[in-house]
């Protein structure tokens, strides 16, 4: 799995969001897929340096891989290239939070 690869299926299936968090926004993302994609999605990210929690949650048959704050940053930090075709709806709200 690669880098490119996630960041494409966030932009078809996945979510990078805000959340209010007292009187901040968090970032938030949200990936759906199956249970195994997901779990190869965490394994690379770890390998990138970014430990994700127990954070896969399944019901009815759709699984969802959700993370926010700082590991949602840390997440789109290893996953962000300029170079990419990504859509600016999506990691617009990344680069908004970025510093």
């Known amino acids: ?7 494409g299926y966030i932009d078809g299936d996945g979510s990078i969001n805000t959340t209010k968090a007292g009187k901040k926004d968090k970032l938030q993302i949200s990936i759906c897929g199956t249970e195994e994609l ?3 999605i965490r394994n690379f990210l770890r ?4 430990e994700l929690k127990n954070n896969i949650y399944a019901s009815r048959g759709i699984s969802v891989l959700i993370t926010a704050s700082t590991t949602a940053k840390k997440v789109c930090e290893a996953l962000y290239d300029a170079d990419l075709p990504l859509l600016e709806r999506k990691w617009g709200t990344y680069l908004d939070h970025k510093d």
């Not at 799995?1 to 960041?7: D, G, H, K, L, T």
């Not at 390998?47 to 970014?50: H, N, Q, R, T």
């Open 38 to 40: 997901l779990e190869g």
């Open 47 to 50: 390998s990138k340096g970014v």
């Open 1 to 7: 799995m690669r880098a490119a690869f996630i960041a």
